[in-house]
């Protein structure tokens, strides 16, 4: 990395320079793309994850979390697709596909071993709450969440280089994502977006990563749904780094999405629980 | 994150002196006391650990302890950090809630979950153990917000005004309020020397409960 830091720096060259950049196996990236396509089948999910047995045998961990509550062990990957599901599976090879690298301590950001993916998670069980109230896909909307914030695991290094002035305009009334566009001239969600778009990931997943902190430029309700399930998690306390709660929230997103912010308290509550429950099942099949 | 503060002397910062910047960019992580000043760390005297035997507090719960027992909730953004103490028995009582009040019926079991509930709950807990009550006197901290305009989307300030009303109905000192801001927080509660500990990423401060009285 002996690019001078500079705001001149393209989205290219930051992320060409980043050393370390989080990878997602090949096996995960062929399963997000079948369970996108209409011509996507059990069987070819099935197919793609027992060709990488470690990530099959995590999947299969996480599928007998007590999350899922099931009677019975589920033993092999082809059931596991056909009990839970191939949107649900798809998630899980996107936790077991991600954990390596979302628990990595990210010092640009003060995130401790393991804040991020805590963040990470909760922000993927909101989505998935607030996709209930709203009506929408959850299994969806809880991969739009897990994924939001990649772009900080390849910003962190270099903020990292920038402390100092990352002290400096560190005003809490700034919101963070201006700050990193001052200092690097980029923010975590483009260039969460740009690494997406570089894995080949689906538009269904960029979009939120992309707009996460700005939904009302991307007229999407997966947007809105992770918006505010990142809203819910800052406030909640889900974010222990610099950052901690300067981002913006859209009252639009609510309006968006049918949600009635008088009902507030209910959608919090409703999100507490399931973001503790969720959280602490994975973890133990994930450190496992 | 492991935190391993550092024990700070204290200062107390007259509001009528200008602030310098580093002051004006860290003072929302400090104790703000009722009088408008600011309890502020000092000059580091070194060494200092955590003991041992450091109990965590969960969102939406509440925990008691007497003596040699440190209570933490790390991570508060806009939900509050109760932290109750009586000084002669040493116990001390630390709660964390993000909700104001239930939509329905308390559920029983689940008093902790909520401002308007917690404070009844803690100070019971705390009495099985020989507190108090009338010596009993409050600290609270937290109630950071995202940024927005809308009143709607408030929720540490709702969190805030209802764990104040909640203290004020049963008539236990409101001593420190730490709170508002938009940075997340962390506290440590010591019963045994009346003293908490409070952090933000770029601040670290300590409030003794005989001085803030």
Redesign the interface.
Known sequence: MNLQISQCLTLEQLIENTPDLPTLPVAVMAVVHETDSPEGSAQSVARYLQQDPALAARILRLSNSAYYSFSRQITEIPEAVVVLGMRVVRNLALIAGSYPWMVRELKGYELGPKELWSHSIAVATGSQTVARRARMNEAEAFSAGLFHNIGKVAMSIWLEKKVDALMDASEPSRSFDDIERELLGHDHAAVGAFLAESWNLPKTLVRPIRFHHNPEEAEDKLTDCVHVADYLAMSAGYNRGWDGLRYKVDPGAFLRLGLDKSDLGSLMEEFLQSAETRGKSLEEKLAA | ??HVPTLLTLQVHDKSQPCNKHFQ?NC?GNARLQNGSFLIAGVPAGGYRVEPKTLPV???EARAVKGKVVLTC??????VALCLYDPDSQVGGLAHV????P?GQVDPGTES?YAATVVEKLLADMENLGAQREKVTANIVGG?????Q?P??F??SRVLQTMRDSLKQADIPLLTDTSG????RSVWLHPEHGRIELR???DHGVLDWEVAA
Not at chain 2, 98 to 101: A, H
Not at chain 2, 144 to 148: I, L, N, S
């Open positions: 994150m492991q960019q929302e969960g969102l939406s790390e991570s508060i953004g806009s939900g993000l909700l104001d009040k939509s979950r950071a917000e995202v940024h927005t809308d709607d989307l929720m540490g801001g938009h940075l997340t933000t990423f770029v």
